[in-house]
C-alpha cells in the first residue's frame, strides 16, 4: 500500500513538473497506480468506468448551461452596467475606484459563476480606468484577482455543485445558499483593506453621483441584477431544480444579451458556443479522471489512513481543522479547484464529520479555501490572467495581493470556526 501511495503521488507531481495538463497527470497516475496495484487489463477497465461513471451524472448538466450563460453575460455588456451600478452606490469615497471594483466583481462573479470569467470582465475595464486616474497598477491587479474569487462562493456556483457530487449528494440549494454570507464576508473584508491602504497612499476620491443620475444606472443594472433572484428564487421556492435553474439562466442572459442589450449579433453565437463546449470538455474530463483517482484512493484505505493520522496526532478540533486548513492552502497553489475538491472531499470529509462539523458548512469552508489558491502561484489560473490584463509580472504583483491574502485568511478562519456564517442562511430558509 505505502508502494503505490508513493507511485500516485511521485507520479502526479512529476507530469506537473513537466507541464502536463492537469486532467491528462490525474489519468497517468491514476493508471500507473493501479497497474502496480491491480492486474493491466482490470486496470484501464476501471478507469474507463470510473471516468465514465463521474460524468454519467444528472446533475452536471447545469455545469455547461451555467457556463454558457456566463459567457453571454461576459460579452452581453452586463459588466460594464454592474459598474456604473457600483460607482454610483460605493465610488464617491476615497479610494472609492477600489470598492466598486470589489462590488462590481462580486455583482459579475455571482452571476456568471467564473472568477476567470470575472478578472477578465471587471479587470479589462476596471483596471485601465484605475491606472489613468493614479491608482497603483499592480494594486489594482491584486485586488480585482483576489475580489473575483467571492462569485466562486456567491452562487450560482458550478464548483459548489462539483462538491454536491463529490460529497454525497447534499443539496445544491442548500450549498448555494451558504455561500452568501461568507462571500459577502470576504468582499466586506477587502474593501477593509482597501480603505485602510487607500488613506496610506492617498488614493483619490471619486466624484459623487446626481441622483438621477445614480437612479438611470440602477435601473439600467436592475435587469441583469434580477437573474440572480429569477434563478436563486427559483431554486429555493421549488419552481425549478438547479439543472432547470441553469437552463433559465441561458435563456435569460440570451433574452438580456442578444435581444435586449443587442450587444451580441447573432453571427456571434457559433463562437459562444464553441467557447463553451470547449470549457464543459475540460471541466467534464476533470471530473472524471480526478473520479477515477478517488476510486483508487478508496481502494488503498487512503481516507481512512488520513483520518486515523490526524486524530492520531491529536484529537484537539481546533488543531485538526487547522491543520487540514493549511494542506488545502498547499494544494491549492499548484491544483485547479476542480481536481481538489473532487479527489479531497472524500479524504477529507469523513475527518471532519467525525469532528461535528457539517458536509455543508466543510463544503464552503474547503471551496474558499481553493479559491484562495487561485490568485497564489505558481499555478493561480486568475491571478495569471489578472496579470495580462494588468499588464505587470507575478513578481512584481505579489507584494499588493499581501494584504488582500491577510484577509481572506482571516475570513477563511472565520468561516472555519464559525458554522454560523454557512448554515444560518440555509436553516433559516428551511434548506438544511
Partial sequence: MEISVIILIL????????????????????????LFTINPVPALTTVAQQM??????????AIPFFILSGQFMGRGGIARRLIDFAKAVVGMFPGGLAYVNVLACMLFGSLSGSAVAATSAIGGFMVPVMNKEGYDKNFNTALTVTASTTGLLIPPSNVLIVYSL???????????V?????????GLGLMAACSVIAVIKKFPVGNREKFFTALKKFCSAVPSLLLVIIVIGGIITGMFTATEASAVAVIYSFILSVLIYKEIRIPEI???LLKTAETTAVVMLLIGTSRAMSWILSYENIPQNISSGLTGITDNRFIILMMINLMLLIVGTFMD??????????ILLPVVTGLGMSPLHFGIMLVFNLCIGLCTP?????????????????????KSLLPFYAVMVAALMLITYFSWFSE?????????
Fill in 11 to 34: 507520479s502526479f507531481i512529476i507530469l506537473l513538473a513537466l507541464n502536463v495538463p492537469i486532467a491528462v497527470s490525474i489519468a497517468l497516475s491514476t493508471i500507473l497506480t493501479m
Fill in 166 to 176: 463529490a460529497s454525497g449528494g447534499i443539496s445544491i440549494a442548500a450549498l448555494f
Fill in 178 to 186: 451558504a455561500g452568501y454570507l461568507p462571500g459577502i464576508l470576504v
Fill in 52 to 61: 465514465t461513471s463521474g460524468i454519467n451524472r444528472f446533475a452536471l448538466i
Fill in 270 to 272: 457559433p463562437r459562444i
Fill in 378 to 398: 505558481p499555478v493561480g489560473s486568475v491571478l495569471f490572467v489578472g496579470c495580462g490584463i494588468g499588464q505587470t509580472t507575478i513578481t512584481k504583483v505579489t
Fill in 424 to 432: 444560518w442562511l440555509p436553516k433559516l430558509l428551511g434548506l438544511y
Fill in 337 to 346: 479547484i476542480t481536481p481538489a475538491v473532487l479527489i479531497f472531499t472524500p
